[in-house]
């Protein structure tokens, strides 16, 4: 007896009671379609949080000023400016892992426009900070060097400032906006960029020349940077290399023995994004578990209804060994008939997963992600729980006694 | 050497604490060609019997040798295998397949035996062909009369080519016309050679056998040889043949 006659013989079977085949079918079925939804869902989100975080750059890092101690207090990070203006051209020129680094100066202002008013965060900064970012001007220009060199009193704006001073969709390149009663032109509007995967709104900023900014806005120290230094490594493998030369170069021009502390502080964005792209590897796992166990569920199903196929066919059973039915083709037969039932729902619920997952990534604009590695693991599950649950029944239909179940009414 | 050769069998079954002696030390041997009756009343040890020869249990003590293979030390693989290819079965209830047309019923013991499909399906025509069902091949067991059901199953045991006919109340569940009919069948299929062994408790089913053996209480009474009564059907009655063809057609 060849598998393709068994096969036959257990579709046939099948068929005789389509509503029940269906409906055991319908256990193995939901529990697939639950694992591949389930994991292009937390797919979808991991993906999500890589590309909020990529919007931020991966290859970003931080370089924030050291603290302040006085009388014991001390002050925490960036309370007291350690950082100078050489240590961010030496960082700029110096350092081979490094593609840009800008100083970032921040602080919050009342903004000025004809007849609207709206505080935000002005930043004073130059053209390598967008670079850093990536970020994009909607229309108009960036900041350039020489608007940086010359101190020039023009402001790039976030398209949320924009809308409040100019209202929605008006176009503020060339007018006038004050900040702190000083006039600046307005030059470029940023593209928008929505919201910080920590909720911030990055499109509520305005960006002015760092010259500028020292001399009109907010006088600092001559020599000191007042604010953190944005750097971005030459790609994203290279963050943690240039990490270890910020270090050892600012450790050097600070002159800093091995034994004291360090005057700054390097941050590396990559740390905090790997632990948010754990957090949902976690939430996959769950999700996929949860819909593991119901895949044994269906499993459970197919195992009944075969004891209850096995009973109702003994004399069947009967007629087959009496005319030659080997222990062993008996087996195949009831064997096939689960592996059958399993892998049809198995198939029918990759469809109706992948369905599902297209559905819930379209309601929630999520990017659709079926993992092929899934749907291969959910249907050879599918068959593996067809042949462990539907084995104890055709062991029991290959082991009856042939007189028993001939005489079986 | 005898087809089947059955020395001091004996069957017991264990009933809880009781065991039942079903055959105390039955001694048998039919030559090939022969036409068997054992007879017996109910109780008497003759469906054990039938289902030693049949292969579908085997003797607590005794020797059964069965086309030169001894019966006795084969195991579950061996009897299936040997069930598929020396006998064939007929059995009082029928025994097809429900809701599985007649043809595919015939080509049962052959998808066992590893028979290809197109050598399967025209040894399985011509079996129902020789049966006189070479119309009704694609009838179920609901759509044919109990006459012809046993035709089928008759066909089934034919198609593999079997030693011996193994036959268990083969008209129990017919009419006497129809009875006459299937007996009239075995009794061709012995002019042709075969060798059929036929469990009854009809005296007058027994009779068309060429050899009588009668069972009581587990051991063989009488064997004696007989001339067979040749079954010849009795016409049917005018309104008798409007009835039969409105069960064919079920």
């Keep these: ?409 | 050497m005898a087809l089947l050769e059955l020395c001091d069998v004996v069957k017991t079954y264990q009933m809880g604490d009781v065991s039942v002696r079903a055959l105390r030390g039955v001694s048998l041997s039919v030559e090939e060609g022969e036409f068997v009756a054992i007879m017996g009343s109910s109780g008497s040890g003759k469906s054990t019997l039938m289902n030693i020869i049949g292969c579908l249990d085997k003797p607590t003590s005794g020797t059964y040798i069965l086309a030169g293979q001894d019966i006795s030390k084969a195991s579950r693989n061996e009897l299936a295998e040997i069930r598929n290819r020396t006998l064939g079965f007929v059995f009082q209830s029928f025994n097809l397949l429900s809701r599985t047309s007649a043809l595919e019923n015939v080509e049962l013991p052959m998808l066992y035996a590893g028979v290809p499909t197109s050598e399967r399906v025209a040894r399985a025509k011509r079996a129902l062909e020789r049966v006189g069902l070479g119309q009704r091949l694609d009838h179920h067991p609901n759509q044919l009369s109990g006459g012809q059901q046993q035709r089928v199953a008759i066909a089934r045991a034919l198609v593999s080519e079997p030693k011996v006919i193994l036959a268990d109340e083969p008209t129990g569940a017919l009419d006497s016309r129809t009875s006459i009919e299937v007996m009239a069948l075995f009794q061709e299929l012995h002019r042709a050679g075969m060798t059929l062994v036929l469990v009854t408790h009809e005296p007058d089913i027994a009779s068309y056998a060429s050899r009588l053996v009668v069972v009581r209480d587990g051991q063989i009474l009488s064997d004696r040889r007989q001339t067979p009564v040749p079954a010849v059907v009795p016409p049917l009655p005018p309104e008798d043949i409007a009835l039969e063809a409105a069960e064919a057609r079920g």
């Design chain 1, 1 to 409: 007896m060849n598998p393709l006659q068994t096969f036959r013989i257990a579709l046939r079977a099948l068929q005789r009671n389509k509503m029940r085949s269906f409906l055991t079918t319908l256990g193995i079925m939901i529990g697939v379609a639950a694992v591949i939804a389930m994991v292009a869902i937390g797919e979808g989100a991991k993906k999500r949080v890589e590309d909020a975080f990529s919007s931020m750059g991966t290859s970003l890092l931080i370089v924030m000023p050291g603290s302040s101690q006085s009388g014991g207090a001390r002050g925490g990070f960036g309370s007291q400016p350690t950082l100078t203006w050489d240590d961010l051209h030496a960082i700029q020129t110096e350092l081979s892992a490094v593609k840009y680094a800008a100083a970032v100066l921040r602080t919050n202002a009342q903004l000025l426009a004809d007849d609207q008013n709206w505080a935000t965060t002005v930043y004073g900064t130059s053209g390598e900070y967008f670079e850093i970012r990536s970020w994009r001007a909607a229309s108009g220009t960036l900041l350039t060097s020489s608007d940086v060199e010359g101190g020039a009193k023009v402001v790039v704006m976030g398209a949320t400032v924009v809308d409040k001073l100019f209202g929605p969709g008006a176009d503020p390149i060339g007018r006038t906006i004050r900040i702190r009663n000083i006039p600046f032109q307005v030059v470029g509007v940023l593209e928008k960029k929505g919201q910080s995967p920590m909720g911030q709104d990055y499109d509520d900023a305005v960006y002015i020349p760092q010259t500028t900014f020292a001399s009109k806005i907010q006088g600092g120290l001559q020599k000191y940077v007042s604010g953190t230094l944005y750097v971005s490594a030459v790609d994203a493998e290279s963050t943690a290399r240039a990490q270890r030369q910020i270090e050892s170069l600012l450790r050097d021009r600070h002159h800093l023995s091995d034994r004291d502390e360090e005057d700054f502080s390097v941050r590396n964005l990559s740390e905090i994004a790997s632990a948010q792209q754990e957090g949902t590897e976690t939430l996959t796992t769950l999700l996929a578990s949860i819909a593991a166990v119901s895949l044994l569920v269906g499993g459970i199903g197919i195992m009944n209804i075969m004891l209850v196929s096995v009973t109702e066919r003994t004399r069947e059973i009967g007629i087959r060994m009496a005319v030659g039915a080997k222990p062993r083709n008996i087996l195949a037969q009831f064997l096939v008939e689960a592996l059958t039932l399993s892998l049809l729902g198995g198939v029918i619920g990759v469809g109706l997963g992948i369905l599902t997952a297209s559905q819930l990534a379209s309601r929630f604009g999520w990017p659709m992600l079926v993992r092929p590695d899934i749907v291969l693991i959910a249907v050879g599950f599918s068959a593996a729980v067809g042949v462990a649950f539907g084995m104890y029944p055709a062991r029991k239909a290959s082991q009856l006694d042939p007189i028993e179940a001939l005489r079986f009414e």
